[in-house]
């Protein structure tokens, strides 16, 4: 099956930013090219064969591969190779989902001429690569390009803070997110060229780096630093605990779609190397550096639970939260297992659809309000009831309420942390399985700072600090069909799991048939 | 496709369909949205009778949920035994009622779509609860009655009063949440399965004696904390008395009859579990004695007629708790289906006042009500004869002596508490109806009160003759509860009063066959203990009888022709403080921690990791800017470009 599908999904809404550039209508283009984009993933899922073929090592489907560099200047075999299998078709669905709702709520091209004289088509162009960075690193198949594109998406990214974003410290925080995430990639690609080295330096094939590792196996000192350096470098990406704080402030100055796009999408990376190269390919240093990430990963969840907590401003708030989350994401990993794995690549996806919907409400409110604190607001929900009444869907699904993808992927994941003792009831109650019962906790934090959050802005009283509010304006249908797009797919999978745990457990049995892990 | 199959599911889903109808389409028109939630609940109520018909343990179609091969799979399924049977009935019966009560409640709300949304949404996840099969389920739906109470609560949510209490009530039900995860999480690693049936057949089989009893304990317990924060047992009751900023039907339906004793019903369905471990169900006869006994003597001192019958909820929940902890789940089901009705009924009833009043809630400012609601004042004072356990002709009196029973056939000491909140019950029941119904109206708006139509007295009339006839032998017997996994064979403590002969030796025969039929578990020496207290039996009926008649005497003493309270006790007034215990908690704790942990995540990580190096960088970037004129987009540029270099030199060695 060497369709160019994939090509095409990375490569269009790189083609639709030079058009973009070229001339054409900056909005309509970029939008369109996400409607495309939409329709080909969809294409790809429903052409994507469950079961694989046969017993099929790598679960890979759509492969396709372009040498790039062979043996120039020394260096390795680079291919352009693209692949999918269940988890990267998951991830696929997320970006075209969020990248479509995050295209759809930027402001039109004459309010972005308004905002201190900017281009739309440099505004456009950024989001476009933006998603195909994202996609691109998602269904790389080859070590570089999975790098590289990420390192693509990121670009745009802090330009977009720096130059769209809101708040007079935007330039400030787009250099903390570019120089902290920049040193986070810098470790990681020497994590990664560790890896590439100790696999022998003979190819980034990641199907042939998992073979390579499966067979002789990388010597166990090491995986061992080669796994902290994927950890550190990852961890920096996905924000692990402590190495989170360019996040809030960076999602705090970001313009809607960027916070959406890098919150919902591009952060899940992160997880996605985890999952993809950390876990299968150095199950020694995974198991050297457990303890170390079920300790950082409570940080995340009852530690920035609680700076959550104290937060009063909404859009620090919703930052906060997302780095919390997060905790959960790397709960499923680490008890790798695979019902705490399926239980992380659908929290990824869940969280991706909830907080993209969070940033893009919040976006909403920005433009509406005189402020964001929590203290100038309240009773909005009788102002505004749409608006409200979507902002409660967000924060239920945030919260982790049955019925939104969220509650089933955390139960997964709590599952995945309890399934050790379920295996081995002799050997007693392992870390893992406490900090599954320390991050449940966590399911109660959220709800305190969310149900506050909902509770200044939209219930109660108006605050007798708030603005004046008599000409708010209630959303759109236009604009409400970006946000239910996100609702829609949230309860879809929350009803019906089984869609994407059909797509996993093919992909994570041969994983853990292959690897031993999980 | 059979009954069995389908059927669950039509009433299960049917709410759900008219909530999603509502929000979706008929936003706009209230009226429409009012009679789409009725007649889905009217539908449910007539589909419960023929679930009622199906045959005990017939098979319903399952749906996979959660399905990764040999590892885990969760489905929902349906369970078909007299427990749901019985539960979906009061669950039908006390909805319809009030959703039609409603509809005189709420005519003339603006969020009247909204609230008829949420009610349908209600009975939609109450539904679940009930007919669960497995653990997972039931946290599923656990989940959505927390959520569909928080929209009912707030549903006055421009008021700050009311947005408050939602968020406590669900932050409050969340942290009983979390034990009960974790319990649902210990029962499938040591049982390996979350289905009830099979959990039920691994703890009584040959397996349950490998299991470590200090985890099985401590599964239980945490299962318990689940019951804890939906029953509003001591330490998590806060949230129920503030939920009262709820419409009052709502109160009724959800506060009272249904929703709070969703966790009894759960502590039914797993009464196999509690009976496992001797300690937890100690624990758990002590919770519900406790939360009975320190609720019925908050509700001696409310003045909001609202708020006595909360405290009088927490307290009768109290004793269904402590009936299950005591190994008589089948008395605490008893009580909990005719609870409900008196109770909705009590509820429903202070909803007409509070309606007829204007919104006055304080009973210091009604009186006289009496002849000026005689329709209301007659099913009250109904109701209140069913709470206060009038004897022989209520049906409150029934399982309220099954209560007592249980606690007797457990504990003295039990025993004597369970009997003093009888005498309480009575007292505080009493003084309400003495101040809100009698003497003179002491406001205007008591002065004005008139009969409330028709819409809304016959939901009261219809629970006040349910109150009464649920004494009749064939209606408890349909009410009655047999628990599953507690004596398969076991006939009814209801059936038992079906001759009628309420002599001792009636009650002495229920009592040797509830004590023939103890859990397995439990060890001989015990049931023989019990049988022993079994002889005694006559003591639970003199305790009842001469507590009605204590409590009775000392209200009308204390609260004849009086204009004010002349009790001032102020730690029952306020509640044992224990809210502005917990609010200072809130405070100093979290959200003190929570600055403490904000600041230190601000200035020392933010600092080290973060604030340090690009202060760096950024002069580094100043520096760059002068020497080229660049800006930000030049250094992405050079960053992308600096990546590639290293790359090539790395790679390249």
């Known amino acids: 099956m060497n369709d160019f599908y994939l090509e095409f999904i990375v490569f269009f809404p790189l083609v639709a930013a030079v058009a973009i550039l070229l001339g054409s209508p900056a909005r309509f283009t970029a939008l369109a090219a996400m409607g495309v984009n939409a329709l080909a993933t969809l294409m790809v899922a429903l052409k994507f064969q469950v079961r694989g073929s046969g017993e099929q090592m790598f679960p890979f489907q759509f492969n396709s591969s372009h040498t790039m560099l062979d043996g120039i200047a020394g260096l390795p075999k680079i291919s352009l190779a693209f692949g999918v299998d269940g988890i990267s078709l998951i991830l696929l669905i997320l970006t075209a989902i969020v990248g479509l709702a995050a295209v759809w709520v930027s402001p039109s091209e004459s309010a972005i001429r308004g905002q201190r004289d900017n281009s739309p088509k440099l505004y456009y162009t950024s989001l476009l690569f933006i998603v195909a960075g994202a996609i691109g690193a998602f269904l790389s198949t080859d070590l570089f390009f999975f790098f590289a594109f990420h390192e693509l998406a990121l670009i745009p990214t802090f330009l977009m803070i720096g130059i769209f974003g809101h708040g007079k410290d935007r330039v400030r925080n787009a250099w903390t997110i570019t120089i902290y995430l920049g040193v986070g990639s810098l470790v990681l690609l020497a994590g990664l060229i560790g890896l590439y080295l100790s696999l022998g330096g003979a190819t980034t094939s990641l199907v042939e780096m998992q073979a390579l590792a499966n ?304 | 496709m059979t009954n069995a199959e389908t059927l669950p599911w039509i009433i299960l889903l049917l709410p759900l369909l008219s909530a999603a109808v509502i929000l979706l389409f008929t936003r706009k028109s209230s009226s429409v949205s009012a009679l789409i939630s009725v007649g889905s609940v009217i539908a449910t109520l007539v589909l419960a009778i023929g679930f009622r018909r199906l045959p005990e343990g017939a098979e319903s179609a399952a749906l996979p949920w959660i399905d990764l091969g040999e590892t885990f799979r969760v489905a929902f399924g349906i369970t078909i035994d007299s427990l749901s049977k019985g539960m979906l ?225 927490l307290s009768q929940l109290g004793y269904m708790v402590m009936a299950v902890g005591a190994g008589s789940p089948e008395a605490g089901m008893f009580h909990l289906y005719t609870h409900a009705f008196f109770k909705a009924l009590l509820f429903l009833g202070a909803g007409a006042i509070i309606y007829s009043c204007h919104h006055e809630q304080d009973i210091w400012k009604m009186g006289g009500l009496r002849k000026k609601m005689p329709l209301t004042f007659l099913t009250f004072v109904i109701g209140t004869a069913a709470l206060c356990a009038f004897p022989w002709i209520t049906s409150g009196f029934w399982s309220k002596e099954a209560v007592l029973l249980a606690a007797w056939q457990y504990n003295a000491g039990v025993f004597y508490i369970a009997a003093f909140v009888a005498a309480l019950t009575t007292f505080y029941m009493t003084r309400l109806v003495i101040v809100a119904f009698f003497g003179k109206p002491r406001t205007d708006a008591a002065d004005h009160a008139k009969e409330v139509p028709a819409v809304m007295w016959a939901p009261l009339a219809i629970l006040a003759v349910m109150s009464l006839l649920s004494a009749v032998p064939t209606i408890s017997d349909a009410m009655s509860a047999q628990v599953p996994g507690h004596g398969e064979a076991h006939s009814t403590l209801a059936e038992h009063k079906g001759d009628h002969a309420v002599t001792e030796a009636a009650l002495a025969e229920t009592t040797s ?141």
């Open chain 1, 215 to 518: 067979g002789d196996g990388i010597a166990a000192g090491a995986q061992k630093w080669i796994f902290l350096l994927l950890l550190l470098g990852f961890g920096v990406l996905v924000s692990l605990f402590p190495l989170h704080t360019w996040a809030p402030a960076a999602y705090a100055s970001a313009p809607t779609p960027v916070a959406m796009l890098h919150s919902g999408v591009l952060k899940k990376f992160g997880l996605y190397g985890l999952i993809r190269i950390a876990l299968p390919m150095l199950p020694i240093g995974f198991a050297d550096w457990q303890n170390l990430l079920l300790v950082l990963l409570l940080g995340n969840i009852i530690i920035i639970g609680l700076v959550t907590v104290a937060q009063k401003r909404l859009d620090l708030m919703l930052g906060y939260s997302s780095v919390m989350h997060m905790g959960f994401a790397f709960l499923g990993i680490a008890s790798a297992n695979i019902i705490g794995v399926s239980g992380a690549v659908m929290l990824m996806f869940a969280h991706g659809c909830s907080i993209a919907l969070q940033f893009a409400l919040c976006g909403q409110l920005r433009d509406r309000l005189p402020s964001l604190d929590f203290d100038r607001n309240g009773g909005l929900g009788k102002k505004i009831p749409a608006l409200g009444l979507l902002f409660g869907f967000g924060a239920f699904a945030s919260i982790g309420l049955p019925g939104f993808a969220n509650f089933v992927s955390e139960i997964m994941v709590f599952f995945g942390s309890f399934k050790r003792y379920f295996d081995n009831p002799e050997e007693g109650i392992r870390f893992i399985t406490i900090a599954g019962m320390i991050g449940l906790w966590g399911v109660v934090i959220s709800a305190v700072y969310m149900l506050r959050a909902y509770r200044k802005m939209f219930m109660g009283s108006p605050s007798k600090l708030s603005g004046d509010t008599s000409g708010l304006t209630d959303l759109t249908w236009a604009e409400r069909l970006p946000l239910l797009l996100l609702v829609i797919a949230l309860m879809i999978i929350g009803f019906r799991p089984g869609i994407f745990l059909e797509l996993l457990t093919p992909t994570l049995e041969s994983m853990a048939r292959l690897s031993g892990q999980l």
């Open chain 2, 89 to 313: 009935l009061v669950v039908t019966v006390i909805g319809t009622l009030v959703h039609i009560f409603s509809l005189g409640y709420m005519k003339d709300d603006a969020g009247k779509s909204r609230y008829f949304a949420g009610l349908s949404l209600f009975m939609f996840s109450m539904t679940g609860i009930v007919m669960a099969n497995n653990f997972l389920m039931m946290f599923v739906f656990w989940e959505l009655v927390g959520v569909s109470s928080y929209i009912l609560i707030g549903h006055w949510f421009e008021k700050d009063s009311a947005a408050d209490a939602s968020k406590k009530a669900f932050i409050t039900n969340r942290i009983g949440d979390f034990g009960f995860a974790i319990g649902i999480l210990l029962v499938w690693c040591i049982t390996k399965s979350l289905d009830f049936g099979e959990i039920q057949i691994f703890l009584t089989g040959p397996n349950a004696a490998g299991v470590n009893a200090g985890l099985l304990t401590a599964a239980a317990l945490l299962v318990f904390m689940g019951t804890v924060g939906k029953s509003a047992q001591l330490p998590l009751h806060v949230w129920l008395p503030d939920a009262m900023e709820g419409p009052t039907p709502v109160s009724a339906l959800i506060h009272a009859a249904t929703m709070v004793a969703a966790g009894v019903y759960m502590l039914a369905r797993v009464a196999f579990l509690i009976g496992a471990s001797e300690f937890a169900a100690f624990t758990i006869t002590w919770v519900g004695a406790i939360t009975a006994l320190v609720a019925a003597l908050m509700a001696t001192q409310q003045n909001d007629i609202k708020r006595i019958l909360a405290y009088s909820t």
């Open chain 2, 513 to 653: 066959e509830t004590a023939a039929e103890k859990p397995v578990a439990e060890s001989e020496t015990h049931a023989v203990a019990e049988a022993d207290h079994a002889k005694h039996p006559s003591v639970v009926l003199y305790a009842s009888l001469f507590t009605l008649v204590v409590g009775f005497i000392g209200a009308i003493f204390y609260y004849r022709g009086q204009s004010r309270d002349p009790i001032r006790i102020g730690v029952f007034a306020n509640k044992f403080y224990v809210d502005e215990l917990y609010a200072l908690i809130v405070r100093f704790v979290q959200d003190l921690t929570a600055s403490v942990l904000a600041g230190f995540d601000k200035y020392l990580i933010d600092g080290l990791f973060a604030r340090l190096p690009s202060a760096g960088a950024y002069g580094i970037g100043n520096a760059l800017r002068r020497l080229q004129g660049g800006n930000l987009q030049s250094y992405a540029f050079l960053f992308g470009l600096g990546i590639v270099i290293v790359l090539y030199i790395v790679l390249g060695r």
